[in-house]
């Protein structure tokens, strides 16, 4: 991979990194927060990738995005599987509604 590629890759990586921690901070929805902390990590695994192609050893990268995008997907259905039961439960999304509860 020449120098200009993994120039415009890393700027992509930087994007999707700035996109994520934009969400984790702007965002009050619950689903919306788990969409950007998915952001976040594809981001990382992007990363990854990139860095492992660029030390020449690209079979290890893969096989750690594999693992992360495995650990990722069980992480992100728990995440919406708790948001549904909140929602139910609560019956609001909104982070804000949820810092004022008590009990």
């Given at each position: 991979?020449?120098?200009?590629?993994?120039?415009?890759?890393?700027?992509?990586?930087?994007?999707?990194?700035?996109?994520?921690f934009?969400?984790?901070?702007?965002?009050?929805?619950?689903?919306?927060?788990?969409?950007a902390?998915?952001?976040?990590?594809?981001a990382?695994?992007?990363g990854?990738?990139?860095?492992?192609?660029?030390?020449?050893?690209?079979?290890?990268?893969?096989?750690?995005?594999?693992?992360v995008?495995?650990?990722?997907?069980?992480?992100?259905?728990i995440?919406?599987?708790?948001?549904?039961?909140?929602?139910r439960?609560?019956?609001?999304?909104?982070?804000?509604?949820?810092?004022q509860?008590?009990g």
């Amino acid at each position: 991979m020449s120098s200009d590629e993994l120039n415009i890759v890393l700027i992509g990586v930087l994007g999707l990194l700035g996109l994520g921690f934009y969400g984790l901070l702007a965002l009050r929805n619950l689903v919306k927060l788990v969409i950007a902390l998915q952001i976040l990590v594809k981001a990382a695994i992007l990363g990854l990738v990139v860095a492992g192609n660029a030390g020449d050893n690209i079979g290890l990268s893969q096989s750690l995005a594999v693992t992360v995008i495995v650990a990722d997907t069980v992480v992100a259905v728990i995440a919406l599987a708790l948001v549904v039961q909140i929602r139910r439960r609560v019956g609001t999304m909104d982070v804000r509604d949820l810092a004022q509860l008590q009990g």
